[in-house]
């Protein structure tokens, strides 16, 4: 999934992999340096959420990294993915 400015150009993009029917996996998210902390990231993540929603995905999961800013989105820590988790 990407995101991009109002000329089009590429500004960040969000990395998934679908595990199963219902479960996908969240690799990364990226954001270009100039539009950081300008809510592109958060804008990525509603949009993701939504879409996983729409598609009837049930659970979104991720690595450790940046744990403090994945809870803001209601990620939990969950041994059973061996990461972050969130229910959709």
Known sequence: MIAVNERGHLIGGLFYKQQDERIVHMEKIVVADYY???GVSDSILTEFFSRMHDEHIQFVTTGFFRP??????GFKTERKYAGLVKQI
């Open 68 to 73: 403090e800013y994945f809870y803001r989105f």
């Open 36 to 38: 950081r902390k300008k």
